[in-house]
């Protein structure tokens, strides 16, 4: 299983962004997909997730309102749309899936994925 994110870079407040996770090596609509994200000297965090089955989704507090993520199962991708981004947004973002054993409510623990993206990077300026 691959996974590889794309879309980051260098925004103004208030900007947008779209991030994209292209999957490979399995079927997406069975597979729960999460974006988390690390800013330098922090812990990585949950920042949105979307169910395997009939597309439910979850987001942290910190982005609730502003971003939404979403699947294209044809071209076996996730996005994360990115509004009103602020300076605190900043970091880089990772895409992942699990092993497909994850219930519902610990799709937000960064523990219970264990395939990643490399990343890309968001900076948002003030």
């Known amino acids: 299983v691959q996974l590889q994110a794309s879309g980051g870079g260098l925004v103004q407040a208030g900007g947008s962004l779209r991030l994209s996770c292209a999957v490979s090596?399995?079927?997406?609509?069975?597979?729960?997909i999460g974006w988390f994200r690390q800013a330098p000297g922090k812990e990585r965090e949950f920042v949105a997730t979307?169910?395997?089955?009939?597309?439910?989704?979850a987001y942290a507090d910190s982005v609730k309102g502003r971003f939404t993520i979403s699947r294209d199962n044809t071209q076996n991708t996730v996005y994360l749309l990115m509004n009103s981004l602020k300076p605190g947004d900043t970091a880089v973002y990772y895409c992942a899936t699990d092993s497909g054993t994850t219930i519902w409510p610990e799709a937000d623990n960064p523990t219970r994925y264990i395939y990643w993206g490399q990343g890309t990077e968001v900076t948002v300026s003030s």
């Open positions: 979307i169910r395997r089955s009939g597309g439910s989704t």
């Open positions: 090596g399995r079927t997406l609509s069975r597979s729960l």
